[in-house]
């Protein structure tokens, strides 16, 4: 019997300039003396800030740590394979008090070349949405390098730009390369690759409280965006109470949806990875190995590949989202 169990990680909490209080007042998480809290870190293998084991047994333990001590026990062989001692997924929650800026992620192979890094695809889960809330994802037209060049040096960049209405349970794919911002008044489950690596190209001219301008990174970009553009950039799916509903599959994690008012059961056994649920609305307990995991809104839980049954007990019901590496 493996060491392992269902591991909760303490929060990472990050004041952002575009940072709100939802974290506190919709999620009920505690981010202190902060100002404001932007994003907090849930599940992270990025190495300024790796997750530690909030309970338990491995109270303590670092991400890093627990991935060069069990390996294939924690995350599948296939991934471990891959990855190595790099776990591979990055999750957060995002509180957009204020646009963020427009910005875009390299792919795997520019990311490589330039940060020895991974590149930065993710999606995007709207738990809460303000009345009339936006985001941007791709262009609105159709787009070569020299007309996106020549609307951001004549200062139109934003009417290049595709804007979407954002409401509860909507989800957005957005694969590296993608020009993009969350809009104000969104709040935000993201499930992203290992990176944090980000080109900001307009960031409409604001300034820190020292009077400071953000840095752009316009030259960075320019080979980094992916200037076609499609007829659909929101992720269509048909909710379904009490089944497993898929949102997104990609190469680098696989995103189901989980909205039940009743208990459950979910056998992994099939699945050569490890499995992560973010607790959006309600609350749960994992049962396993005659212990019980409590896991309510706001907070996330990874079950080892080790783990391959698990009770889902609910008296409320909940909505997770559910995610691994196929």
């Known amino acids: 019997m493996s060491a392992l169990y269902p591991l909760k990680f303490k929060t990472i909490y990050k004041d952002k300039i575009w940072g709100g209080q939802k974290i506190k007042t919709y999620l009920h998480k505690d981010f202190g003396a902060l100002p404001n809290c932007g994003e907090t870190w849930e599940i992270s293998g990025v190495k300024s800030d790796v997750s530690v084991v909030a309970s338990g047994a491995l109270e303590g333990e670092s991400l890093a740590d627990l991935l060069e001590q069990y390996k294939d026990e924690l995350v599948g062989k296939k991934v471990y394979d891959h990855f190595g001692n790099i776990f591979p997924l990055l999750v957060k929650f995002i509180d957009a008090n204020d646009d963020l800026s427009v910005q875009v992620h390299p792919d795997d192979k520019l990311a490589k070349e330039r940060h020895n890094s991974f590149g930065k695809t993710e999606m995007w889960y709207i738990i809460e949405a303000d009345k009339g809330s936006t985001l941007i994802t791709g262009f609105n037209q159709e787009m070569t390098e020299q007309k996106y060049v020549d609307a951001l040096n004549s200062g139109h960049i934003m009417d290049i730009l595709n804007r979407e209405e954002a409401v509860a349970d909507d989800v957005f794919f957005l694969p590296a390369g993608r020009v993009h911002t969350i809009g104000k008044g969104l709040l935000i489950a993201e499930i992203q690759q290992t990176s944090d690596i980000t080109y900001r190209i307009y960031d409409f001219d604001r300034v820190d409280d020292k009077g400071n301008k953000r840095e752009l990174h316009t030259e960075e970009a320019l080979a980094a965006i992916d200037y076609k553009h499609?007829?659909?950039?929101?992720?269509?799916?048909?909710?379904?109470?009490?089944?497993?509903?898929?949102?997104?599959?990609?190469?680098?994690?696989?995103?189901?949806?989980?909205?039940?008012?009743?208990?459950?059961?979910?056998?992994?056994?099939?699945?050569?990875?490890f499995v992560i649920h973010v607790c959006v609305e309600g609350g749960?307990?994992?049962?396993?190995?005659?212990?019980?995991?409590?896991?309510?809104?706001?907070?996330?839980?990874?079950?080892?590949?080790?783990?391959?049954?698990?009770?889902l007990e609910t008296t409320g019901g909940f909505k997770i989202l559910e995610s691994y590496i196929e």
């Open 230 to 273: 499609y007829s659909e950039y929101k992720t269509l799916y048909e909710p379904k109470e009490n089944e497993t509903v898929k949102l997104v599959t990609c190469p680098y994690f696989t995103t189901n949806v989980l909205d039940f008012d009743e208990s459950t059961s979910k056998d992994y056994s099939a699945l050569d990875s």
């Open 284 to 311: 749960y307990t994992v049962k396993y190995n005659n212990e019980a995991y409590a896991v309510k809104m706001g907070e996330c839980i990874l079950l080892p590949k080790s783990i391959d049954k698990i009770e």
